[in-house]
């Protein structure tokens, strides 16, 4: 069963500019959660989507945004880059159902914003 | 709010010895408990989880850890650690109807010395 494939792994962006991620989740997976990684803050949730829908979301601004597909494939946006948002992004799967259930993580996308 | 706490930033050990590695929460709500493992460069890995049930809870890889919930305290342990174990372990809480909202605390890093 392949894992949790999040695209493209490393990227530079410049402030101001804007930045698509993309994660594609375990086949059946119908959750997708995105984690903001950072030495200062550590992991941070930002959102959670499942069945197209968010079902919860992060103390983030509004620059920070996501979508998911039908397909259960998720995107995530952060518009106006800033210096601080250079971070690994985790996208996280799981099945969705009943209780806060096991997460399983791709490798990220390492942000670097100059 | 959820919060969670991780007392040891790093914690050295040498091969063959045991280690614990400490986590307390606090949350107003019931919660559930979870321990990840990070290896350089790559995503999160569940060890284990406690939902309900028995305090003790076993994981992967000889880990175990205990729910206590009078010192809201869910403590990882590991009787021989090898140098493989060496990674950062994050413990996080989540809740009921949070769904896959995990907070989560700053991490340990092991490192298990010959």
């Known amino acids: 069963k392949a894992g949790v494939t999040q695209t493209p792994r490393y990227l530079i962006k410049t402030r101001g500019q804007q930045v698509t991620l993309s994660c594609s989740p375990i086949?059946?997976?119908?959750?997708v959660s995105w984690y903001q990684q950072t030495p200062g803050q550590g992991l941070q949730f930002l959102f959670e989507?499942?069945?197209?829908?968010?079902?919860n979301k992060g103390n983030f601004p509004g620059r920070f945004s996501g979508r998911q597909f039908s397909n259960s494939r998720s995107e995530m946006n952060v518009s106006t880059l800033e210096l601080g948002d250079s971070a690994l992004y985790l996208c996280?799967?799981?099945?969705?159902?009943?209780?806060?259930?096991?997460?399983?993580f791709g490798e990220g996308s390492r942000l670097t914003v100059l | 709010a959820q919060s969670v706490t991780q007392l040891d930033s790093q914690v050295p050990v040498f091969e063959e010895a045991p280690v614990e590695l400490r986590c307390n929460y606090s949350?107003?709500?019931?919660?559930?408990l979870f321990w990840y493992v990070q290896y350089p460069n790559q995503g999160l890995q569940l060890l284990l989880k406690y939902l309900s049930g028995s305090t003790l809870v076993k994981g992967i890889n000889g880990f175990e850890a205990e729910f206590n919930k009078s010192q809201t305290s869910f403590h990882l342990r590991k009787p021989s650690v090898h140098i493989s174990d060496t990674a950062e372990y994050f413990c996080a809480v989540g809740f009921t109807g949070g769904g896959n909202k995990l907070t989560f605390g700053t991490g340990t890093q092991l490192k298990v010395e010959l």
């Open positions: 989507y499942f069945s197209e829908t968010q079902r």
């Open positions: 086949s059946g997976h119908r959750s």
């Open positions: 996280a799967s799981s099945t969705g159902e009943g209780a806060a259930g096991e997460l399983f």
């Open positions: 949350s107003s709500v019931s919660v559930y």
